[in-house]
């Protein structure tokens, strides 16, 4: 982990501890254990927008041109992106790697599955691009359509919050889109390479600029983003009915605007603390910010966090040991093809 990690994730530890101090760890944890076997039925339904997100990516994976029959054989199933997509996110849930390290895992899952690690990669980068500006859309329609149905006066506080929180991913996302349009990994490597010279890049080069080609033509195909976009904006609206559900197992019932509010939002915040390891204590800090909105106690509020984080562990912990058992075949499989076969 590098220094920077630490003491992003020392600093949200921090945060993480002095919320559930100041709230009292008593009655967080009795509201928590209210939810009893609730947890694991939640955890049961988030599978529903998982398989939507891989949905997402795996109308991205299915290439249109014939011209490369290897890749044509080695198309990855539905299945197979729901397995990186349940490993990415168990990776960017519970590893110190920021929400960079999921991406990542699920471009390694599915080449190992026999794709072509530039389309592999090029898919990845853009359903993860339409996926959070899907989640933008969904942050402010979530905002707007409390705004209608509600007119509590500290509702002005939120909205200045979740724009920012909004500008935030926005700017972020705007700016990956368009280093992507201009060849983002071949300008990266480029400025590795000045950093790190004394080798020789070239190898490394070339599969960037496939990468980049990759991309570019895979925006080409405004249908399948246009459907990967409007499948990732499905399994966001999707979630909320995972907050409905904890909440009232947890014995505070709200309805369905102020479950939509508190996961559009609460998403968004997560979101723009993108850079803090799970974004732990931005998350349990946003949802007390929301909690007067829709009449929940602070207790609840926290209760509520510390639940998505259980459903998380509960399919987080599973996920990390496929992806290491996975990389223990895949590297067993690469050693079997080393050895010289004998005349």
């Keep these: 982990m590098s220094r920077a ?3 992003l994730l020392s600093i949200g530890t921090m945060l993480f501890v002095g919320l559930l101090a100041w709230q009292g760890f008593g009655s967080v944890a009795s509201t928590l254990l209210a939810a009893g076997w609730g947890l694991a039925a939640v ?34 199933s539905l299945r197979d992106a729901i397995f990186a997509r349940w490993i990415g996110e168990s990776v960017n849930s519970l590893l110190p790697a920021g929400q960079i390290g999921g991406p990542v895992v699920m471009v390694r899952q599915l080449s190992q599955r026999g794709m072509l690690m530039r389309d592999a990669a090029a898919a990845i980068t853009v359903s993860t691009t339409w996926q959070a500006l899907a989640q933008i859309l969904f942050a402010l329609g979530g905002l707007a359509l409390f705004g209608a149905y509600a007119a509590q006066g500290s509702l002005h506080d939120l909205r200045a919050a979740t724009l920012i929180a909004t500008c935030v991913l926005g700017a972020m996302i705007a700016g990956f889109y ?6 983002l990994f071949g300008r990266l490597l480029g400025v590795v390479s000045k950093v790190f010279g004394k080798r020789d890049w070239s190898s490394l080069m070339t599969r960037a600029e496939a990468v980049d080609a990759a991309v570019q033509l895979l925006y080409r195909e405004r249908g399948r983003v246009a459907a990967s ?5 499905v399994g966001w609206v999707v979630g909320t009915v995972e907050v409905w559900l904890l909440l009232r197992f947890l014995g505070h019932p709200v309805g369905w605007i102020d479950a939509l509010l508190l996961e559009s939002i ?3 915040i997560r979101g723009a603390a993108f850079m803090i390891p799970g974004s732990l204590g931005v998350q349990e800090g946003g949802y007390l910010l929301l909690a007067p909105l829709v009449g929940l106690p602070p207790d609840a509020a926290l209760a509520l966090s510390l639940a998505k984080r259980a459903r998380e562990i509960l399919l987080g912990l599973p996920g990390l040991l496929v992806l290491h058992f996975s990389e223990r075949n895949w590297q067993r499989r690469r050693a079997l093809r080393r050895i010289p076969v004998a005349d």
């Design 5 to 7: 990690a630490l003491l």
């Design 178 to 183: 368009f280093a992507q349009r201009r060849g």
């Design 266 to 268: 609460g998403q968004a």
């Design 43 to 76: 955890a049961v339904f988030h599978v529903v927008p998982l398989v939507l997100d891989a949905g997402a990516i795996a109308v991205l994976l299915r290439r249109s041109d014939t011209a490369d029959h290897s890749a044509r054989a080695h198309e990855p």
């Design 229 to 233: 976009f409007a499948l990732s904006f």
